[in-house]
C-alpha cells in the first residue's frame, strides 16, 4: 500500500499570501498524484490532476509540480474562499488519499 | 452536465446490511469506471472500492479494510452503480461518496453530494 503524507496538517493563512502544501509518498509514483479541494460541508472537487495538470473551472491560482514521491499543491494570492481542506491522492497502485491539510484563513 | 445521486444511506445495527446506489447522469455511463470513497465523520478521505466499465471487465477492487463484507456491482441499462456493505461495523460509519473515474483510471473527475450510513446499536 502507498501511504501518501502530508504537510502540514494544518496552516493559518492571509489573504493575498502564496501557500505550499506537500504531499510526500512511501514509494515513487510517478506522475499519478492528484489534488482535491473540500470547503466545509461540500463533496471534494478536483483541483489538479497528474500532478501538474489544470482542470477546467479551477482559478489559475491554484497550481501543481513534482514527480516520483514529493508533490507540492501551490495557492498563489490566496483568497477567502480557498478556505478548505485540501487532499492528495495517488493511483499508481490501487488508491489512497493524504491525512488532509486544513487551511484557515486569517 | 455530470450529475451523480447517492441514496440508500441511513441508521443500521451492527451485524447488518445495507445498499447504497449511485444513480449517474450527463455521462455516457457504460465507458466509465465507477467508484466509492468514504469519509468518518471529522476524519479524511477514505477509497473503498471500483468498478471498471464493460470495455474492462467490469472487474472490481476493494480496500483491505472493506474487502470480503462489501460490494460493488452496476447497471449500465440503469445507469446506476451499487455498493452492498454487509456485516457492518461501527467503525463503517461515514458518508459514502460516488465518484466517475476519469479515463484510464487515475482521477476521480465527479463527485455526488454523499449519503451518510451511521452504525449503531
Known amino acids: 500500500e502507498i501511504v501518501l503524507t502530508q504537510s502540514p496538517d494544518f496552516q493559518s493563512v492571509t489573504p493575498k499570501e502564496k501557500v505550499n502544501i506537500t504531499c510526500r509518498a512511501s514509494?515513487?509514483?510517478?506522475?499519478?498524484l492528484h489534488w482535491y479541494q473540500q470547503k466545509p460541508d461540500q463533496s471534494p472537487r478536483l483541483l489538479i490532476k497528474?500532478?501538474?495538470q489544470s482542470i477546467s473551472g479551477v482559478p489559475s491560482r491554484f497550481s501543481g509540480s513534482g514527480s516520483g514521491t514529493d508533490f507540492t499543491l501551490t495557492i498563489n494570492s490566496l483568497e477567502a474562499e480557498d478556505a478548505a481542506t485540501y487532499y492528495c491522492q495517488q493511483s499508481s497502485s490501487w488508491y489512497s488519499f493524504g491525512q488532509g491539510t486544513k487551511l484557515e484563513i486569517k | 452536465e455530470v450529475q451523480l445521486v447517492e441514496s440508500g444511506g441511513g441508521l443500521v445495527q451492527p451485524g447488518r446490511s445495507l445498499r447504497l446506489s449511485c444513480t449517474a447522469s450527463?455521462?455516457?455511463?457504460?465507458?466509465?469506471?465507477m467508484n466509492w470513497v468514504r469519509q468518518a465523520p471529522g476524519k479524511g478521505l477514505e477509497w473503498v472500492g471500483f468498478?471498471?466499465?464493460?470495455?474492462?471487465?467490469?472487474?472490481?477492487d476493494y480496500a483491505a479494510s472493506v474487502k470480503g463484507r462489501f460490494t460493488i456491482s452496476r447497471d449500465d441499462s440503469k445507469n446506476i452503480a451499487y455498493l452492498q456493505m454487509n456485516s457492518l461495523k461501527t467503525e463503517d460509519t461515514a458518508v459514502y461518496y460516488c465518484?466517475?473515474?476519469?479515463?484510464?483510471?487515475?482521477?476521480?473527475?465527479?463527485w455526488g453530494q454523499g449519503t451518510l450510513v451511521t452504525v449503531s446499536s
Open positions: 497528474y500532478a501538474s
Open positions: 465518484t466517475r473515474i476519469s479515463t484510464p483510471h487515475t482521477d476521480f473527475d465527479f
Open positions: 514509494q515513487s509514483i510517478g506522475s499519478s
Open positions: 468498478i471498471r466499465s464493460k470495455a474492462y471487465g467490469e472487474t472490481i
Open positions: 450527463g455521462f455516457i455511463f457504460d465507458d466509465y469506471a
